[in-house]
């Protein structure tokens, strides 16, 4: 019923910047929190920010004072500016909602984008 189609990764190296985005689309009421999360090999996918429907932001430690996740809530998409890139930021990166969906009622699902590769290297 509602899909997240994200875009922006790719290859940069250290030091260099990429901005992602990812548009939510569908039967939409209304969504809440929307997040940037991400998965290297072998590891757990991790929280790297998150933006609430009123704008408040939390970042995971290790990408504070880099990168920046802002959304268009008109647009139903959100951002995840990453600035200063280091080989450690390479991971695959999801795109989270909390998705009101209208059906009989108003229900709250949780949907995840398809993921986009970003490769930090020289």
């Known amino acids: 019923q509602v899909q997240l189609v994200e875009s922006g990764g790719g290859l940069v190296q250290p030091g260099g910047s990429l901005r992602l985005s990812c548009a939510a689309s569908?039967?939409?009421?209304?969504?809440?929190?929307m997040g940037w999360y991400h998965q290297a090999p072998g590891k757990q996918r991790e929280l790297v920010a998150s933006i609430t429907s009123g704008g408040s932001t939390n970042y995971a430690d290790s990408v504070k004072g880099r990168f920046t996740i802002s959304r268009d809530n008109a647009k139903n998409t959100v951002y995840l500016q990453m600035n200063s890139l280091k080989p450690e930021d390479t991971a695959v990166y999801y795109c989270?909602?909390?998705?009101?969906?209208?059906?009989?009622?108003?229900?709250?699902?949780?949907?995840w984008g398809q993921g986009t590769q970003v490769t930090v290297s020289s």
């Open positions: 989270h909602a909390y998705t009101v969906v209208r059906t009989t009622g108003l229900y709250e699902y949780s949907y």
């Open positions: 569908g039967n939409i009421f209304s969504i809440n929190a």
